[in-house]
């Protein structure tokens, strides 16, 4: 039975990494058992053997290319963030590859979740901007037409034949004048609204001399 | 610690001192696992860049041994992957109705070329030792680590590595035994 042990621990024992009693019971059976101790010459024969080999020899100039190549080439740096998210990924992988069946069911489930997601936002958006579009249309032809039969403002061909920049400026005034209205709604400040609108005037009337002299230089 | 926020001329200091201390030993260990001295080279090369590469995540409290034959250890045996493809690629190619060629390019490892540099008998018993064996026994003996170490690298218990070593030790007995007996 020492046998075998001694022949579990020897390694141990030539390394010195056994405690004192251990130690003391190999030498024990040392002393006596003469086929653990031709193991024990063997052994450190071989290691003598194997001490005096001769190195395979590096040439000169073989480490100057090593270090050429190994410095050419940026050292890997990975952040905590990056390892963190590989890890995550990883453990996923993990999860997913210890479920056994239905493994393509899965994945086609998923694809046909994540497809019917993008067509129901998508198509929700289109809804949405349809109306906004729709109702901001209506209320700038509202404005526009108020405007136009009530204050004879020639809008429409104004923004025509005014650079797009001033046909915005007017319609910016316009709806500045419909707040007016539609906070005072009987026209109780209708001076000042008069006021604005002639203010308005004037200045369409403006633009449209400066433009006129833009236009001639062609 | 990692070296991760470490300066460049600090990655190139430990980078110099890792070479300074470990390249003989692990081109010993790489020309005696894989036989000649081209393919040697080469795989010497590739582990010298794996080093400098993996540096950053390398850690201060870690030993420098273990870690860098663990290195060397991965580079051969994505050498010998390399190999087995390359040869199983040709084989299936050139001449897949011989059978005996296949199942030679089955186990790479064990079907090495032995350069003619090898002249030392001791040495050829050693270049001709199993491929399992020779690995721990060169882990052992050439990189000086302990059991507990070549375990880790190798990913297996202690029992198993001192079972394979005294095999190893058996096999290069009854070598050495048939050479004295032959002279």
Same mark, same amino acid.
């Given at each position: 039975?020492?046998?075998?042990? &001694?022949?579990?621990? /020897?390694?141990? +024992?030539?390394?010195?990494?056994?405690?004192?009693?251990?130690?003391?019971?190999?030498?024990?059976?040392?002393?006596?058992?003469?086929?653990?101790?031709?193991?024990? /010459?063997?052994?450190?024969?071989? &290691?003598? !053997?194997?001490?005096?080999?001769?190195?395979?020899?590096?040439?000169?100039?073989?480490?100057?290319?090593?270090?050429?190549?190994?410095?050419?080439?940026?050292? !890997?740096? %990975?952040? /905590?963030?990056?390892?963190?998210? %590989?890890?995550?990924?990883?453990?996923?992988? !993990?999860?997913?590859?210890?479920?056994?069946?239905?493994?393509?069911? +899965?994945?086609?489930?998923?694809?046909?979740?994540?497809?019917?997601?993008?067509?129901?936002?998508?198509?929700?958006?289109?809804?949405?901007?349809?109306?906004?579009?729709?109702?901001?249309?209506?209320?700038?032809?509202?404005?526009? %037409?108020?405007?136009?039969?009530? +204050?004879?403002?020639?809008?429409?061909?104004?923004?025509?034949?005014?650079?797009?920049?001033?046909?915005?400026?007017?319609?910016?005034?316009?709806?500045?004048?419909?707040?007016?209205?539609?906070?005072?709604?009987?026209? &109780?400040?209708?001076?000042?609204?008069?006021?604005?609108?002639?203010?308005?005037?004037?200045?369409?009337?403006?633009?449209?001399?400066?433009?006129?002299? !833009?236009?001639?230089?062609? | 610690?990692?070296?991760?926020?470490?300066?460049?001329?600090?990655?190139?200091?430990?980078?110099?001192?890792?070479?300074?201390?470990?390249?003989?030993?692990?081109?010993?260990?790489?020309?005696?696992?894989?036989? $000649?001295?081209? *393919?040697?080279?080469?795989?010497?090369?590739?582990?010298?860049?794996?080093?400098?590469?993996? @540096?950053?995540?390398?850690?201060?409290?870690?030993?420098?041994?273990?870690?860098?034959?663990?290195? #060397?250890? $991965?580079?051969?045996?994505?050498?010998?992957?390399?190999?087995?493809?390359?040869?199983?690629?040709?084989?299936?190619?050139?001449?897949?109705?011989?059978?005996?060629?296949?199942?030679?390019?089955?186990? *790479?490892?064990? *079907?090495?070329?032995?350069?003619?540099?090898? #002249? $030392?008998?001791?040495?050829?018993?050693?270049?001709?030792? *199993?491929?399992?064996?020779?690995? #721990?026994?060169? @882990?052992?003996?050439?990189?000086?680590?302990?059991?507990?170490?070549?375990?880790?690298?190798?990913?297996?218990?202690?029992?198993?590595?001192?079972?394979?070593?005294?095999?190893? $030790?058996?096999?290069?007995?009854?070598?050495?035994?048939?050479?004295?007996?032959?002279?």
């Amino acid at each position: 039975m020492d046998c075998i042990w &001694t022949k579990n621990n /020897l390694f141990f +024992y030539i390394e010195n990494q056994l405690k004192k009693a251990e130690k003391k019971r190999i030498e024990d059976h040392l002393s006596h058992c003469d086929i653990c101790n031709e193991e024990l /010459l063997s052994y450190k024969n071989i &290691t003598a !053997r194997y001490a005096s080999l001769q190195d395979f020899d590096v040439p000169n100039n073989f480490i100057s290319i090593i270090f050429k190549n190994s410095i050419k080439k940026p050292a !890997r740096q %990975t952040s /905590l963030l990056q390892r963190l998210i %590989t890890e995550f990924i990883r453990s996923w992988q !993990r999860k997913w590859a210890s479920i056994p069946t239905f493994k393509p069911a +899965y994945n086609i489930i998923s694809i046909f979740a994540v497809l019917i997601l993008i067509a129901f936002w998508g198509g929700l958006h289109v809804y949405k901007n349809d109306h906004k579009n729709q109702s901001e249309l209506i209320q700038i032809f509202e404005k526009e %037409t108020f405007l136009e039969h009530t +204050y004879q403002l020639p809008l429409n061909s104004c923004s025509i034949e005014l650079n797009f920049d001033s046909g915005n400026e007017i319609k910016h005034v316009c709806s500045k004048i419909m707040d007016l209205k539609i906070k005072h709604e009987s026209f &109780t400040h209708f001076l000042n609204i008069d006021l604005e609108i002639n203010s308005l005037k004037n200045k369409i009337n403006q633009m449209k001399e400066k433009n006129i002299f !833009r236009r001639n230089p062609s | 610690m990692h070296l991760m926020n470490r300066s460049d001329k600090y990655l190139k200091k430990k980078f110099e001192q890792i070479f300074d201390t470990f390249h003989q030993k692990i081109f010993n260990y790489i020309f005696r696992v894989v036989g $000649n001295r081209e *393919s040697a080279e080469d795989v010497l090369q590739d582990v010298f860049l794996k080093i400098y590469q993996g @540096l950053p995540n390398y850690r201060e409290q870690q030993k420098l041994a273990p870690w860098v034959f663990s290195i #060397t250890r $991965n580079v051969i045996n994505d050498y010998f992957r390399k190999q087995n493809v390359y040869q199983s690629y040709f084989s299936e190619t050139d001449d897949f109705t011989n059978p005996e060629l296949n199942s030679k390019s089955e186990n *790479s490892p064990e *079907s090495i070329v032995i350069s003619q540099e090898i #002249t $030392n008998s001791f040495e050829k018993i050693i270049v001709n030792l *199993s491929y399992k064996l020779k690995e #721990t026994f060169l @882990l052992r003996h050439e990189a000086g680590l302990s059991f507990k170490e070549i375990s880790k690298i190798l990913d297996c218990p202690v029992n198993t590595l001192l079972g394979r070593m005294h095999l190893a $030790n058996k096999e290069i007995r009854t070598q050495i035994k048939k050479l004295l007996d032959e002279d």
